[in-house]
């Protein structure tokens, strides 16, 4: 899986897991909710700094968030996060 889209989905399981909104969420980084959205959507990527604000908000290490298993697993490191999470709702389409 291509590591934007391994992000993105990790990104969104590790919110649903915490029991959070996207707004809550949004607001607690201090971006726009649209941002956030983007960044679970896959849209955009953020900037290195707020990577690690996102993984300290969330508690869990970057490397998670951006599916570096290997690596933690190498360094006995376990994320207690479940990554399933409800299916994304899919986009309205437009009547011509």
Request: glycine share 4%; with cysteine.
């Given at each position: ?35 956030y ?29 951006l599916?570096?298993?290997?690596f ?8 207690d ?16």
């Open positions: 899986m291509e590591v934007k889209f391994m992000f993105c989905d990790r990104l969104r399981a590790t919110r649903i897991s915490k029991g959070l909104t996207l707004q809550k969420t949004a607001d607690a980084l201090d971006i726009p909710l649209r941002t959205q983007n960044y679970e959507a896959g849209v955009r990527e953020p900037h290195f700094d707020l990577l690690i604000t996102i993984a300290d908000y969330f508690d869990v290490p970057t490397d998670f968030l599916g570096r298993d290997n933690l697993n190498s360094l006995g490191v376990s994320v996060v479940s990554l399933e999470c409800p299916p994304r709702r899919p986009k309205p389409q437009k009547n011509h």
